[in-house]
Structure formats: structure tokens, C-alpha cells
């Protein structure tokens, strides 16, 4: 017996449905935009560009009798609250620079230790929080869109030496809170153990979108024998998982 011409047109047309329902459901992520800037200065204090707003007090210099609040153009600030990315789902920086107790604790291995100079959290700094920066540290802000409209700051910490490049992924919660669903710092003595002089030989070089998955490139300087930043090694591949809603990871070699 036949199938009914019109029952298989119906089953291809219903299939076609499916297929591109799921693939309008699949998560995407468009390519990292910048939003903002926060960096410290070897002088102290804490240059903070791209935010919503920024209220906090002025770090003053002092140097052969002048006073000055400025770094090379740049405003230094000492303790206050930033504001940065969508206003429905902000990001919130405090900092509470203080040199005596700050400088040089970015560096240590627990971000818990540099809270009490400036950290990346919610508004009433709860749960999942990123740590702050030292001295000529920065911290580079992106908003990564998506094709769900979920929230995802991207902070690219660069240090003042080589090698000491992090990136960290906060997501917004629906309660205002948020969650960090990777930290490269945390990753990468998993594959390249604890020491950290072998961490340092690499180089988190550049960060971007593909399909569902977050790309973070990286030289190894010890394997190349070279400083080439536009050479690559390899790459960790965040990928998200929609059963879990979570990323995993893959460390890929090139």
C-alpha cells in the first residue's frame, strides 16, 4: 500500500519545522564588545573608564610638593562603587585601594585575599565574586551578546608582566546575583600543574565567539621558544551545554 503523497509532504514539512525550531533554539554568541576599563597605576590608585557611573573619592599623589590626581591624563580614584554593562543586569566594581594593603595581593591564588581592595560583583556583593588588580594590572570589561538575551561579562585581566593573563565569565542571574561559570586561573593547573613559573610561559592571547562556544587562544612561549604574540599554541574551547547549563571545557593544541 502507497503512502498518501500528501501524509510524506506533510511529515517533510513538519521535520524541516523541527529541525530549524532547534537550531533557532541552540545558544549563540556574537562576538565580545568592550564596555569597559579598570586599571591600576604604579603610582596607586585606579583609572576606571566605560562605566554607567563611578562614585568614588580621588587617590591623591604626592610628589615633590604637588598634589595631583591625575596619571598620565587619566583620574585616579581610591575607594567608591562603578557601575558597568545593561542597566537592567549590572556589573558592580568596588575598590577600596589602599597600597599599604592592597599592593602586590592580586597575585596570590585565592581572589578572596584582594577583596578587601576591589572585586567585581552584584549589587550587594553576594555569592559568585572576581577579583580586582594590582598595580599596572588591568582589567578589560566585555559584554558577550547572545541569541537568548542572556547576560555575559567577559573580564579579561591583563598583568603587567607576561603571562599572568586570566579571563573570567560572570552570567547574570535572574535574582540579581551572579555566577561564574569559568575562571582560566582555576583551569590551568589542571593542565599545566601548579607551578607557576610553568604558568607564566603562557600567554591567554585572544578571546572570541563561535556558535555556542567561547574560544580562549594562547602561545606557549616554553614549547615555541619565541615571544610572537600573533603565533598560537592552542586553545581552551568553552562550549555550552544546554542539558546542563553550563560550559565545559576542551584544551585543543593547533
Known amino acids: 500500500m502507497k503512502a498518501n503523497p500528501l501524509c510524506r509532504i ?78 537592567a543586569a549590572p556589573l558592580y566594581f568596588y575598590y577600596d585601594w589602599d597600597p599599604a594593603k592592597c599592593r602586590g595581593k592580586a597575585r596570590m591564588t585565592s581572589a578572596t585575599a584582594f577583596d578587601s581592595c576591589c572585586v567585581f560583583s552584584d549589587k550587594n556583593q553576594t555569592k559568585t565574586k572576581a577579583k580586582g588588580m594590582d598595580e599596572g594590572d588591568s582589567c578589560t570589561i566585555f559584554r558577550i551578546p547572545t541569541n537568548d538575551h542572556r547576560v555575559l561579562y567577559l573580564l579579561k585581566y591583563t598583568g603587567c608582566v607576561a603571562g599572568l593573563e586570566t579571563y573570567v565569565l560572570m552570567g547574570y542571574q535572574s535574582n540579581g546575583t551572579f555566577v561564574k561559570y569559568f575562571d582560566t586561573s582555576e583551569i590551568l593547573p589542571g593542565y599545566y600543574g601548579t607551578d607557576r613559573q610553568r604558568r607564566r610561559y603562557i600567554w591567554l592571547e585572544n578571546a572570541y565567539c563561535q556558535g555556542d562556544t567561547i574560544v580562549v587562544e594562547y602561545l606557549d612561549t616554553y614549547q615555541k621558544k619565541h615571544y610572537n604574540r600573533n603565533d598560537r599554541t592552542g586553545a581552551f574551547r568553552f562550549r555550552w551545554d544546554d542539558n546542563a547549563q553550563w560550559f565545559g571545557v576542551e584544551h585543543v593544541f593547533y
Not at 579598570?38 to 610638593?65: E, M, Y
Open 10 to 87: 506533510l511529515s517533510i514539512l513538519t521535520l524541516t519545522l523541527l529541525l530549524t525550531a532547534s537550531d533557532a533554539l541552540a545558544m549563540t554568541f556574537s562576538q565580545p564588545v568592550e564596555i569597559g576599563l579598570v586599571g591600576g597605576t604604579p603610582p596607586g590608585g585606579l583609572t576606571i573608564d566605560g562605566a554607567n557611573w563611578n562614585n568614588g573619592s580621588l587617590f591623591h599623589i604626592s610628589w615633590q610638593g604637588h598634589d595631583d590626581t591625575t596619571f598620565q591624563g587619566d583620574t585616579l580614584y581610591k575607594k567608591g562603587v562603578a557601575q558597568f554593562g545593561d542597566e
